[in-house]
């Protein structure tokens, strides 16, 4: 598994290059925004059933975004 560092900065390349801010990422994947900041920042790792909507909202597979 990558380094979580390196996954934060992949979710937010990909929450920028939707071109949506923080707030409104976190409220279309259900979750709370300081949860994605923590997501992030790589000081917290989503639960499998949060990396799949994560997933799905950015339109990348878990493989891609968490394990690669």
């Known amino acids: 598994m990558p380094d979580k560092v390196v996954v934060?900065?992949?979710?937010?390349?990909?929450?920028?290059?939707?071109?949506?801010s923080r707030d409104m990422a976190a409220a279309e994947i259900g979750i709370s925004s300081s949860a994605l900041g923590m997501y992030e920042q790589g000081s917290r790792t989503p639960r499998d059933e949060i990396k799949i909507e994560i997933a799905s909202y950015y339109g990348h597979t878990v493989q891609e975004i968490f394990f690669t």
């Open 8 to 20: 934060g900065n992949r979710l937010k390349a990909y929450r920028r290059a939707k071109g949506v």
